[in-house]
């Protein structure tokens, strides 16, 4: 991020509500000895962003959210989700949430790609909020620090599936499961209901993705996401800790048969949350 944390605390305290700011002031902030914690988080950035995605969660995608009382108040979570609409919208408005709806407050730190930290520009303004390169290490880090990990199992896959494919999971990775058993995290499963209808595409080009150091480039039907109404579904915990020891976390049919467990959670919340959604805007 170009500029210092000052600036941003500045920024932030223009357009937060009291309320909001006194959540972010209380959030367990580790600092590492130079004003970050050890992967680059600063609380007047968590502020600038929840300044930034207030109003779209708020008033554009009229964010509604169910169960998050399911999130623990602290220890090692795991959040799984699903991943859709071509733009990472589904983790902001997931990060919103949670800040908003967990008492004490807590910041959910997104599990990116390896070539997410890697962008110019946006790869450090994420890490200032709170995202983390998806290394073994830096989960384990985390994790062994009681923090809530936002995780998206399906991927890349995920975010660019073709419209006629919406809301049908790609098959989870297992890298979530074999971290819940193996560091004793509860893994909460989200289902999120809107993303697949923001920015339906018309393919998605691997050429023009790698010239811009992506996977894959998604070429979308409209310029912008549109105003769907987003709805977060959370379910209650699972305990893959209590049913595996650490050991089996080295199993791959067991982290297989997690994994799978999860992703049918998951796929129950879409499931909910399309039946009870008044339309995709409403």
Known sequence: ????PAIAEAIASLTLKAETRDR???????????GFDTFGMHPSFVAFGASLLGPLY?????????????????????????HSGNLPIDGA?????????TEPPRVSRPIADHFVPALPFIGTAFARGGMVGGSRGNARALLEAGECLMIFPEGVPGIIKPFSQRYQLETFRVGHAELAI???AQVVPVGIVGGEEQMPALYASRTLGK??????????IVPLPMPVRYHLYYGEPIRLDTEFSPEQADDPQVVREAANRVQAAVDQLIKRGLSERDGVFG
Not at 58 to 82: V, W
Not at 93 to 101: A, P
């Open 1 to 4: 991020m170009p500029f210092p």
């Open 24 to 34: 972010i002031e209380r959030i367990a902030f580790r600092d590492a000895g130079h």
């Open 58 to 82: 708020d008033k554009y995608f009229r964010t509604i959210s169910h169960g998050a009382e399911n999130i623990p108040d602290s220890g090692a979570t795991i959040l799984a989700a699903n």
């Open 93 to 101: 408005m997931l990060y919103i949430d949670v800040l908003r709806k």
């Open 182 to 184: 193996r560091h004793s």
């Open 211 to 220: 010239l811009l150091g992506l996977p894959v480039l998604p070429i979308p």
